[in-house]
């Protein structure tokens, strides 16, 4: 089971992560994941998909807030080995959330990671 759609930016980036040099890399890998966890956790608060977009409703009409148990919250985070930044999910369920409710991007890179990201590679260029 892979991603689907477009995956150009997710690809760009990691080019751009791939033609720096490497101690570059691992610092934009170290704070890109705090950042891609923060980008989660504020999707996953607001009640929308990291598109943006509303969650649907549940069964009796009520907001769906995705949080019978907390599980998926508290152990969904972003970590960085080396110059590779990957998603701890915590439990089984959550690869469902991602495709059922877009808790995490599936495809196309939601615009606001695209931005952030953007910026921690700029920041991370070497001067000169």
Sequence with gaps: MGLKGDLGKIHSF???L???P???AADVAKRAAPAMTDLTQA???SGQTVYGDARPR???GQPLTLRKTGATE???RFVS????VRCVLGPKYARYLIGKYSILPNGAMPVKWAERLR???AESKPLG
């Design 14 to 16: 990691k080019a751009a």
């Design 18 to 20: 791939r033609d720096m």
């Design 22 to 24: 490497r101690t570059l």
């Design 43 to 45: 999707s996953f608060d």
């Design 58 to 60: 549940g069964a009796e």
């Design 74 to 76: 508290a152990q969904m």
């Design 81 to 84: 080995v080396g110059t590779i």
């Design 119 to 121: 910026t921690l590679v």
